[in-house]
């Protein structure tokens, strides 16, 4: 059974703390770590990542990968109120017949306080 | 590029009650989810399809949730007789298949909130 677990599962934070949010994984078949935030309702997609140690990165928000050790670490510098969401890490997976899945951790709620 | 559409975007229901949910994924999409979100957790995969196929509908309770995709693009997912323990968000997400050169991330709906009393 795939697994996806994330940590912490909450984090409460000051305007221009710098935060590291982990997820880590085990699941057959790997395509793929995707992070998403979720504010509301729908997650959006901020990060897809494939590839070990390349990081990606999107204004204050940077990502790697870590295909040994089967994490990966989400950065927020300098966060703003706005940063605050659910931020969810899934992994994607090849199917055994066809297709992927996909497999969502728990998420870690960031609070960031003005 | 229009979203994935989702309707209704809240409904309460009476425990015992009958209720269904219709997603519209982005076109040309062929691969579509449905996720139970329970408040505090992450979503949790209850059906995905490819085309009008099911791949993996392992953890769907189908004694009372059922979902079909019958020409491949929109979607339905049902739950007959509803119980308390259903109240979450229901989010339908869509991409291209994996292998395709399009491949992408999945595209989530907005989500329907089910309350269960």
């Known amino acids: 059974e795939d697994k996806v677990v994330q940590s912490p599962l909450s984090l409460v934070v000051h305007e221009g703390d710098t935060v590291t949010l982990n997820c880590s994984y085990e699941v057959t078949n790997f395509r793929s770590l995707l992070w998403y935030k979720q504010e509301k309702k729908a997650p959006t997609f901020l990060f897809m990542l494939t590839s070990s140690g390349i990081e990606k990165k999107s204004g204050r928000l940077s990502s790697i990968l870590d295909k040994k050790e089967l994490f990966s670490i989400l950065n927020i510098t300098a966060t703003q109120t706005g940063d605050s969401a659910i931020y969810l890490c899934a992994v994607e997976a090849r199917g055994e017949t066809s297709g992927s899945r996909l497999t969502f951790g728990e998420g870690t709620q960031l609070t960031v306080n003005p | 590029e229009a979203g994935v559409a989702q309707s209704p975007r809240y409904k309460i229901i009476e425990k015992r009650q009958s209720v269904a949910f219709w997603c519209n994924p982005i076109?040309?999409?062929?691969?579509l989810y449905w996720y139970q979100q329970i408040l505090g957790q992450g979503p949790k995969l209850l059906i995905q399809?490819?085309?009008?196929?099911?791949?993996?509908d392992s953890q769907l309770p189908k004694d009372r949730f059922s979902a079909e995709r019958l020409k491949g693009v929109d979607s339905t997912l049902k739950i007959q007789p509803a119980k308390l323990e259903d109240s979450a968000v229901y989010l339908c997400?869509?991409?291209?298949?994996?292998?395709?050169?399009?491949?992408?991330?999945?595209?989530f709906g907005q989500g329907t909130r089910l309350t269960v009393v």
């Open positions: 076109s040309g999409h062929a691969t």
């Open positions: 997400a869509s991409s291209w298949p994996p292998g395709q050169p399009l491949n992408t991330e999945a595209f």
């Open positions: 399809f490819q085309n009008n196929g099911v791949v993996d």
